[in-house]
């Protein structure tokens, strides 16, 4: 009986080999550069940032001042007043997004890209063996389904988290040559039982990435279901690229009006919304989201691994 | 001897359709086993239920008489198979797609790879893309990939399909010689009949997915046939075998007289003409086809 790591290592074989792998590395290196030349040629350095500020701190005690705040943002609020008057106190310029650190947070965003190509990748693992014919002779060794089709999953996962590093790195080296590393020693700013502490920048932009990544996970383990299901590549990054991007949307519209809206997906992929903004429903907590998460993973991987296994191979 | 297969009572539902009726048949070690059927008539179905693909409705396919639905990976262990055509990862080479299956069993060492790649006779473009091979070729490779883990059940699914005369020349000696040397059971699916006799020990016609007739090679030249004789004087002989049989049908042909006697009776027949004083030149024994077998019990070229 082969190792979970062997069919690890064959998984991917098969992923690294493609042409069409390569082609998404060069595409998130290109996307870092565009990031960042667009960044800087766009960016309007503030003349006077404790100016700047001061005005949103005004601004901020008179949304506070006002009667019908709702807690939660009340809560944000004053953090963020607290926040920016440390700035002034101890002279600590708010991280404009033209340098080192402030490109890094942005790059971030370039995560919904890596999420796409994780489902490229994730939903082809199972439907390309049906497509190609090579599912029957991937299934006639001594190796259970089950055993299979984990070895696709955490495949398609690292694949995922080698495309991360792969964006920390090109990030780091394209924001460092295009905006310098003056300000590598700026600390960020949170706010901890009622204080405003410094920390350490890198440790932010890791839990930024980190965050960023619950969409990633839950979209490729929604794309794997998919594909085991319906055993068709095209369906299955359709499906999931389609509610990858208008999900949230519909999301919020939904929560405007209805209560059990809290109850979708992806009410609750965005946990920066307990970290630096308000709830999408009154009464959601990191909990109860993370709660909610764990309850879709285990129904999409359950689902994929019942049908996958008991499915009579006809391809 | 312990049979390395056997199927007992096998049936396949798909839907309200029953496409495997009660199938029931033992594979041993050191035969070749063809597995013969029209068009639709249930071998693929049935291959890849032994081989664990499909789900199996009721009955069960033991394999060193272990079943594959209770315990699939002990079961699955010893056999090597072809299901259909041989598809193979076309963006890898042969060897990288050697190496995938290598991976899946433990103990295939470099060296195996090495030696199967010469065997099937890939040396040469054994680190191309598969994408440039030629049918052949491809079948080739998928022989390998079958024989990689010294399986002692062999499965092939339509192996020759694609390959030139020299090549299923080739394959056969060699899975003849697995069979005897090494003591292999091997399953043979195939359309080609002359093939098939030439290759198969034993025989198992199927139909609509019910087993039409079990037959050995040496069976099947016994059976009821016809006998060409080449005598002088003709006009003579054909008097003196209408008044031993007279309700046989006898053809005069150009080469002598052909006639249906069973094989037990030849000698006879032969003392018979002798003791006439006509003289006899030769007898031939016309042993049926298999192909000639095969319409019989199927009744022609009829698919399901
Ligand atoms: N997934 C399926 N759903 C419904 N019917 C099926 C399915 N797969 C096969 N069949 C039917 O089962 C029967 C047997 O098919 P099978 O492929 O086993 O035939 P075969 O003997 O291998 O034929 P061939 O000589 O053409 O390869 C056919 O009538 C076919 O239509
Ligand atoms: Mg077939």
Request: charged share 20%; glycine share 6%; with cysteine.
């Given at each position: ?125 199972v439907a ?21 089709l ?74 794997f279901m998919i594909s085991a299901v319906f055993r ?71 689902l994929t691994?019942?049908i996958f ?7 | ?304």
């Amino acid at each position: 009986m082969p190792s979970i790591l062997s069919l690890i290592q064959n998984e991917n074989m098969k992923i690294y080999r493609r042409i069409g792998t390569w082609f998404m590395i060069a595409l998130l290196a290109l996307s870092t550069l565009a990031g960042a030349l667009i960044t800087k040629a766009t960016h309007k350095e503030p003349k006077n940032w404790k100016a700047e500020v001061a005005s949103e701190i005004k601004e901020m005690e008179a949304q506070l001042s006002e009667e019908k705040v709702p807690k939660m943002y009340k809560n944000h609020l004053e953090q963020q007043l607290k926040i920016n008057e440390y700035r002034l106190e101890h002279n600590i310029k708010p991280v404009a997004s033209n340098t080192f650190w402030g490109y890094l947070v942005s790059s971030a965003d370039i995560i919904a890209l890596i999420t796409l190509f994780t489902i490229i990748v994730a939903a082809g693992s199972v439907a390309n063996e049906f497509s190609w014919g090579t599912i029957k002779l991937l299934l006639i060794r001594s190796a259970s389904r089950t055993k299979i089709l984990l070895s696709k999953y955490i495949a398609a996962l690292l694949f995922a988290l080698c495309m991360l590093l792969l964006l920390f790195v090109f990030s780091s080296v394209v924001g460092a040559i295009v905006f310098g590393i003056e300000n590598i020693r700026e600390p960020y700013l949170a706010y901890q039982n009622g204080t405003v502490v410094e920390k350490s920048m890198l440790l932010h932009v890791m839990q930024v990435y980190a965050l960023n990544c619950v969409d990633l996970v839950m979209m490729t383990t929604f794309a794997f279901m998919i594909s085991a299901v319906f055993r068709n590549h095209s369906l299955a990054v359709g499906l999931a690229t389609f509610a990858l991007f208008a999900g949230p949307q519909i999301t919020t519209l939904l929560a405007m009006k209805f209560d059990w809206a809290k109850y979708l997906l992806f009410a609750n992929t965005d946990l920066t919304q307990y970290i630096d903004g308000t709830p999408l429903v009154e009464g959601m907590t990191m909990p109860f989201s993370m709660m909610m998460l764990l309850i879709y993973f285990v129904i999409f991987n359950a689902l994929t691994w019942f049908i996958f296994r008991k499915r009579d191979i006809a391809a | 001897m312990n049979p390395l297969l056997q199927l007992k009572n096998v049936r396949k539902d798909i839907g309200k359709k029953t496409i495997i009726h009660d199938l029931s048949l033992e594979v041993f070690p050191g035969e070749v086993f063809g597995f013969l059927g029209p068009n639709g008539a249930g071998k693929t179905t049935t291959i890849r239920m032994i081989v664990g693909l499909m789900g199996i409705t009721s009955g069960d396919v033991l394999i060193n008489g272990i079943s594959i639905q209770k315990d699939f990976e002990k079961a699955i262990q010893h056999v090597g198979a072809i299901v259909e055509n041989p598809e193979m990862y076309k963006f890898l080479t042969g060897y990288q797609n050697l190496l995938h299956y290598a991976r899946m069993t433990k103990g295939v060492t470099k060296e195996r790879i090495d030696e199967v790649v010469k065997l099937v006779g890939l040396e040469k473009r054994i680190h191309d893309k598969v994408k440039t091979y030629s049918l052949g070729m491809r079948q080739r490779l998928g022989l390998a990939q079958a024989l990689l883990h010294r399986p002692s059940l062999l499965i092939l699914d339509e192996p020759t399909n694609g390959l030139d005369p020299a090549g299923i020349r080739e394959i056969r000696d060699y899975l003849r010689k697995l069979a005897k040397e090494e003591g292999l059971g091997i399953i043979v699916s195939s359309h080609l009949l002359s093939e098939m006799e030439m290759m198969c020990d034993r025989f198992a016609i199927i139909q609509h997915g019910r087993l039409v007739g079990i037959e050995s090679v040496q069976e099947l030249s016994k059976q009821a046939q016809k006998v060409l004789l080449t005598v002088k004087p003709v006009e003579q002989a054909l008097t003196v075998i209408k008044n031993i049989y007279p309700h046989m049908n006898i053809t005069s042909a150009k080469q002598g007289i052909e006639v249906s006697i069973d094989y037990e009776e030849i000698p006879s027949l032969n003392a018979a003409l002798v003791s006439e004083n006509i003289k006899v030149y030769g007898i031939q024994v016309l042993t049926k086809s298999l192909e000639e077998r095969f319409l019989e019990m199927t009744g022609g070229n009829e698919i399901a």
